[in-house]
């Protein structure tokens, strides 16, 4: 029986007792706020600092991917016998580098039966949800097709809405995407964003005032999952009162099988900035 390995990125925002008892590999991605002063997301800037660090300097950091020796380095500790191989599950290629980075290493390593390096085409706990599903399979010790087989499954059928205070910190560092089209009208207006089945931002739609933004994300898992057994992620930017709000009114709306509510980390935060909080959900 194979040895899976399960690795994903920082941008996954998976909790740390999760990512040690399911044994998951995170590469840390890079917050940058100057050419002196940078950091790995979730190794020496966890959430908490990070959010106090931007409000203080008053200054939105950029971010980095990792580089593929770094992935290259990882894949090498995992593969330690014939028998192991290595499942790489990422942040949207259409916000990030990293699932590039991860791919040549991958090429680099000539492994191409070795190590499967995935597009989530999400952000996240969106992508963690899916990791720590598959993460929980390689445990049990289901077989490389097992895994794959719901992956897949995962991907189609993760869905994920979000809202943001303000769409300065999308715009500032590039990963607006099509979001665009709800600059200049937030005035009482919170927007629900999404990502496109490419993994692009997008405004699935304008409501006015957060508890009906809520109630209309709702509405729409509704139609999509009914009664169906789900699992439920919760991530936010400092906004653990919503969260906490949230989840409680899904379970009550929903049949939820497993929860987790989850700090958004530094590289996501750069992006989406401080009150964000993003609903995933997914077929259990």
């Known amino acids: 029986m194979p040895n899976i390995k399960i690795v994903t990125d920082s941008t996954a925002d998976i909790p740390a007792d999760l990512v040690s008892d399911l044994g998951i590999t995170?590469?840390?991605?890079?917050?940058?706020?100057?050419?002196?002063?940078?950091?790995e997301d979730g190794v020496t800037l966890v959430a908490d600092q990070f959010y106090k660090k931007v409000q203080e300097l008053n200054i939105i950091p950029s971010t980095s991917q990792p580089t593929p020796y770094q992935f290259e380095e990882v894949y090498r500790s995992l593969l330690h016998d014939n028998e192991s191989k290595v499942i790489s599950i990422h942040l949207s290629s259409k916000m990030?580098?990293?699932?590039?980075?991860?791919?040549?290493?991958k090429q680099s390593m000539d492994e191409d039966d070795s190590?499967?390096?995935?597009?989530?085409k999400r952000a996240s706990y969106a992508i963690g949800i899916i990791?720590?599903?598959?993460?929980?399979?390689a445990k049990e010790?289901?077989?490389?097709?097992?895994?794959k087989e719901r992956l897949n499954e995962l991907l189609q059928d993760t869905n994920v809405f979000f809202m943001v205070d303000t769409l300065e910190y999308l715009q500032k560092n590039g990963r607006i995407g099509k979001a665009s089209a709800v600059l200049g009208s937030m005035l009482k207006i919170k927007p629900i964003l999404s990502l496109t089945k490419e993994g692009e931002v997008y405004p699935f739609e304008k409501v006015r005032g957060q508890k009906k933004a809520i109630?209309?994300?709702?509405?729409?898992?509704?139609?999509?999952?009914?009664?169906?057994?789900?699992?439920v992620g919760i991530s936010h930017a400092v906004n653990e009162p919503l969260a906490e709000e949230i989840?409680?009114?899904?379970?009550?709306?929903?049949?939820?099988?497993?929860?987790?509510?989850?700090?958004i980390g530094a590289v996501i935060?750069?992006?989406?900035?401080?009150?964000?909080?993003?609903?995933?959900?997914t077929k259990a």
Request: glycine share 6%; aromatic share 6%.
């Open 269 to 281: 935060g750069a992006h989406v900035g401080p009150g964000t909080v993003s609903i995933a959900m």
């Open 115 to 120: 190590i499967h390096v995935v597009d989530s």
């Open 96 to 105: 990030s580098g990293t699932y590039q980075a991860a791919s040549i290493a």
């Open 26 to 39: 995170v590469v840390p991605l890079n917050v940058i706020f100057s050419d002196n002063e940078s950091y």
């Open 141 to 147: 010790g289901h077989s490389l097709e097992q895994c």
């Open 131 to 137: 990791v720590v599903e598959i993460a929980k399979l």
């Open 247 to 263: 989840i409680t009114r899904f379970k009550e709306e929903f049949n939820v099988q497993s929860d987790v509510v989850t700090s």
């Open 215 to 231: 109630n209309r994300i709702i509405e729409i898992l509704k139609e999509k999952y009914g009664s169906n057994p789900v699992h």
